[in-house]
């Protein structure tokens, strides 16, 4: 199983692979390779790209993407702000989805001119207080489930920016729980800030962010002007949740 989500995950890191540059990538061993990557293509996680004698990520990933979005429920309106967000900043924009202390980034609107953040990948989740997702995530937890994360062990410093001082980051949550904003300057990428800003329910629990990322020069003389433009996509996109928008 470990081995046939390495192979997965090696295509999609790519587009499309060789057997040979999955064995390079995955150490495994280029046999095993082929192995596994008929047993994926014959339940439809691979297709074989014969002309080219190489793999790439199939249908039956799809069919899970889609579903994976109807149950986290992403209304058109909500995925059409964020868009909107991205056209007007000219920044990545984002939409993640908060279950408890996890969150998911769940649509991305980029170009070319403004790309989204790399890697969303390795260690985007595992340190939530180096991202502005995970920041506002943090911020929207119990005071003990709070403190529970700042005593578990120490932090990880991803960039020299990034705030891993217990005492430091705690007063910035609370910051954040107040505002409802998370700012986070070349924490978790050199050269790169982003801001996200919460999506709440009714009952005040955290349903999700929308965010934006950018280098640094692109939000000078206009942070107020960004934050301003993050905060209204937050509070349209929590519109569209409560009023239950599930068209998609």
Known sequence: MARALA????VAAHGSSTARGIAEVTSIPLPT??????EL???EYLVHLRSEKRFALGYQLHRLAVGLHEDLGIPRTVREEVHAMHRDLGMAAYLAIHRGTDFVVVHVSDSPQAPRLSPLGFGFHESPHATAFGKAGLASLAPEEREAYLADGPLRAHTDRTVVDPQLLRAQLEDIAERGIAWEHQEFVPGTSCLAATIKADDGMLVGTVAVSAPVAAYEGRMRHVEDRVRACASRAGRAYR?????H
């Open 7 to 10: 192979v997965l995950e090696a």
């Open 33 to 38: 390779v082929y192995r596994i990557a008929q």
């Open 41 to 43: 293509i014959r339940s």
């Open 243 to 247: 009023w239950g928008a599930q068209a």
